[in-house]
């Protein structure tokens, strides 16, 4: 009779051990873990942390600002909201430049910082409002002080935000940047021209993948030129366009890839001059 219950405690022990091989094993923890939240709860107190200063911020620069129709100013999700907004404002911005310029860049830097869409309605109302150069050195420098906002966001906490959203988008990334490190400049230029990887990932990958700050600034003000100059010049002819599509046309592509083609070709001519 004891042979018997031996071999039954061994048989439910080998079930267990069998049981926790099971839970050990990568195949019974990828489905648990695939809709899981990334950030820990430290992480997400940061992030809101810094989300609410932010907008605090935001928030008394707007009480500063001297009255204004606020019910006809929302952001902007269409071109007809965007001429809309346009008209409703060409007279608070002529009337109160300063204070316009300052809520207008720190909603700018707002929106960058925490990728909250709609940055390119914000250009095209800098270049129907400011003109050209204005609205062009606007635009650039908004967008410059929100990426680099939120380079240094994600580097305080972005790592398993950005590895949960795109594992194999940074793979290639961290691969690229890893081939790339005498000529690291160029080769950020040449994101920052082309659509190549999205600007939303570069500024977010960027600090995971080691990139200096110092590349990632120069290659940001340099390489958002281009792109900026094309949807800030469209700003002055908004009642023409249908769509956002329209700014970046195959013959607009074209163009940035070739600009984005002579950053990289000092990195094309030294690897070929090391094969030889």
Known sequence: ???????????????????????????????????????????????????????????CIYLTMPAAEYGKIKLPRTMSELRLLKENLAVYAGDHPAQFILGYCSTYIFMQTFMIPGTIFMSLLAGALFGVVRGLVLVVFNATAGASSCFFLSKLIGRPLVVWLWPEKLRFFQGEIAKRREKLLNYMLFLRVTPTLP???????????????????????????????ITVKAGLALGELKSVKDLYDFKTLVVLFIIGSVAIIPTLLKRKRIYE
């Not at 219950?5 to 049981?19: I, K, P, S």
């Open 1 to 59: 009779m004891v042979a018997p219950r031996v071999m039954v405690a061994e048989d439910g022990r080998g079930r267990d051990e069998d049981r926790e091989k099971f839970e050990d094993s990568p195949a019974s923890k990828k489905p648990r873990l695939e809709g899981r939240f990334p950030l820990s709860r430290w992480e997400l107190v940061t992030a809101l942390g810094v989300f609410l200063i932010f907008l605090v911020g935001l928030s």
């Open 199 to 229: 600007n939303l990932f570069i500024n977010l990958a960027s600090p995971i993948v080691d990139i200096p700050f110092h590349v990632f600034f120069l290659a940001t003000v340099v390489g958002l030129l281009p792109a900026s100059f």
